[in-house]
């Protein structure tokens, strides 16, 4: 008999699934507070994942009906599964909070409660793009994560979105593509799509030394496809306008959670498909480092380029991307480990920008280019002060998030005598843009403002809000002083999925 | 200031200065709700106008490179992909063989013990609603995912509708005597065959998934000769709601009670029934209806939502 809590992963996908068809009949009030029902629940079914796992200190299968795994269904739940459900759980939850006040404006009121069962399709795929133990259903997943992202993204109905809707579709549908022809080609060299056994097979193949070809085509499709969807640099074009324009909640979900998912299920893929030996042995990790790298200096002087808050932010995604891609490109457990500890960082850094950002633009008028930002860090302190803390933590300054990040980079790149040189030297400039930009940012929103600025009469609930903020800029600086544990509990995660 | 090459850095050192050309190109100036925008053609003029014909000319020159540019890097990566993909394929296990990776036992097993143990004489209905009913519920939420999505994008506010839904067909075929006649004679006939393959999913060819398509091309049909306010009678937005969400909610919650009770070992009161019969096959059947019922909606809906933006 296995104890109850192995259950919760199942209930947590299932019930945002569930939820999301019951609230496209609710009214639009109900619709809201089942979604924050949802994620808080889903909160504290992750943790209690994370914790089992670590005091049982094995992970777990979950057979989906009656039939056991390679016939059936199956998700799993470890130490990372666990980690990952929570933060994005957390940082979706926070997310969704904080861009509240913006919603009521930007989403016409008959297609409010729409919005609301997008957001529990997406919880319910970035749930299952984590616990899943099988591609098909990744595959599935990453579909609904996909069309959902859409309708986030265009419900905001200005033609701006729609056009940024249209090239998000693109590249994203490209990327899936390129996903689905690899699953399928593995299908047809290893025979299976549950995750363990397509492992056994393809370590026979490699040690038999037929089909090595498709294997390594596979490879490299299933990777490049969601290096695609998670935007490495040159498939980075749809960020601007897509965060840029996107109402405040579906730009930071979109930025912080859903590229994120997709990269995370290429790590499940690099460990528990392919092997992470056998991916280390092909140029496919060479090749993301050096687009990984290439990455984090373009998306820097792009959003030096910037005049636009928002878009200056979502061209600094496109370098943060880039420096997962770097951690996952330098093929040591080390950079892998660094690359998970980004994703988290990203993850729980850029929704509070964005959030702390549409704040303020709001302050000034409604304007977003900088000469009108200034001094508006005065007009809403708090959003002054989250801005601050987030701008802190790209650039990497110490007690931050982002230095932590950048600390494991370094570190995890010194054993390594080719990539050591070009990672330490990328990093070193990218602080220094990221210096430029964001610093200037933020002396610019300190600054007095000449003429004093027309804040826009708020009404409704603060609470959100600074809720949101503070939880965010909390975790932020926990991450960034005492980044041990998080840090030992992915080294755990990631021993697990060997 | 002094025209240099740092003159753009000095303007961005003095922070926020704007390009000069910068507010007349940038046709993405945020339309706020309820602003009228200018048409996009009267500010295509507007630009035309207001740049010199010169700089006019090494755009269009500018374009064209980049045109011819663009299509020659299409092609070759086109191509290249192309071959990489033959290539890989010819490496590829020949199709059927015997010793083919896929000849394992996950197929042996579907094949020699899927009548006994889904009760479904059709063994990828088993497959696709018993072994990996998981991977179906969520390829259902992805039609009823596009279908919201679909609504967020064409359904029109009550502001909006202001052209009148009679203008927008050529040729109005409801009046046409033949059509009529066809149309009365053939929908009985398709919505029952519809049903047929439907309910037929678990013992021959067909499915939830194939029988709703025919019966929401049977909707297609009736609307399309009959005008959408005969139709209406039949099927509005609430059927439509009340239909996809409880089909939807029965497959969600009919499915977790059957993961739940095999994931934890216990006993299935569904009966498996004896296979080949009508009332066979455990869940197999009343699935297929609710998937059959989704499908159905969500053809129907794509057309008349981007018909008419609304159901």
Known sequence: MMDFIQNFPFFSIVMSLFFAVLSSVLKPKFGEWLAVFSIALSTFFSLSVLFYTLTTGESFTYMMGHFPAPWGNEIRGGVLEGLAATVFDFVLLFSFLGGRSRRKEDIPEEKTKYYFVMINLIQAALLALVYTNDLFTGYVFIEICTLASCGLLMIRNVGRTTLATIRYLIFNLLGSGLFLIGISLLYDITGHLLMENIKTEVASIVSGGQYLQPLLVTVSLILIGLAIKSGLFPFHFWMPDTYGYATTSSAAILSGLVSKAYIFLGIKVIFRVIGFDVVASTHILNVLFIFGLAGIIVGSLSAIRENNINRMIAFSSAAQIGYIFVGIGTGTMAGMVAAIFQIFVHAVTKPMLFISASRLVDVSGGKKQFSYLQGSAHRNRLAGFAFTVGAMSMVGIPLFGGFAAKVAFATAAVGDSKRMIPTILVLAISTVLNTIYFLRTVMRIYMPAETAGNPVARSGNRWPFIFAVTGFAAVNILLGVCPGPVLDLIEKGLSMFG | ?311
């Open chain 2, 1 to 311: 200031m002094k025209k240099n090459k740092f003159s753009r850095f000095f303007r961005w050192i003095e922070g926020g200065q704007k390009d000069s050309l910068e507010q007349k190109i940038d046709t993405g100036a945020e339309i706020r709700d309820g602003a009228v925008p200018p048409s996009s053609r009267e500010k295509l003029y507007a630009l035309l106008e207001a740049v010199p014909e010169n700089r006019k000319k090494m755009e269009n020159m500018e374009i064209r490179s980049f045109n011819r540019l663009y299509q020659v890097l299409c092609v070759l990566v086109c191509v290249i992909f192309i071959s990489v993909l033959l290539l890989t394929v010819s490496y590829l296990p020949r199709f059927g063989g015997d010793h083919n990776p896929d000849n394992n036992e996950v197929a042996q097993r579907y094949i020699e013990n899927g009548v006994a143990e889904t009760g479904a004489v059709n063994l990828v209905a088993g497959m696709i609603l018993d072994y990996r009913a998981f991977d179906t519920l969520g390829e259902s939420c992805v039609l009823f995912t596009a279908v919201t999505c679909v609504f967020v994008l064409m359904k029109s506010l009550s502001s909006e509708r202001t052209i009148p839904l009679t203008k927008d067909i050529m040729y109005d075929m409801s009046n046409d005597v033949i059509l009529h006649q066809v149309v009365t004679f053939l929908f009985p006939v398709i919505m029952l065959f519809g049903v047929y393959i439907l309910l037929n999913g678990h013992l021959g060819p067909g499915g939830g998934f194939a029988g709703g398509a025919v019966m929401g091309a049977g909707l297609m049909l009736y609307s399309l000769a009959f005008g959408e306010e005969k139709t209406e009678r039949l099927f509005n937005e609430r059927t439509f709601q009340v239909v996809s969400t409880c089909a939807l909610s029965f497959y969600c919650l009919s499915k977790s009670y059957s993961f739940f009770t095999g994931a934890n070992h216990l006993e299935n009161i569904i009966p498996k029934g004896i296979a080949g019969n009508i009332l066979s096959g455990g869940l197999i059947l009343p699935l297929n209806i609710c998937v059959g019922l989704v499908v159905a909606c969500t053809m129907y809906g794509f057309y008349t939502l981007f018909r008419k933006g609304g159901i």
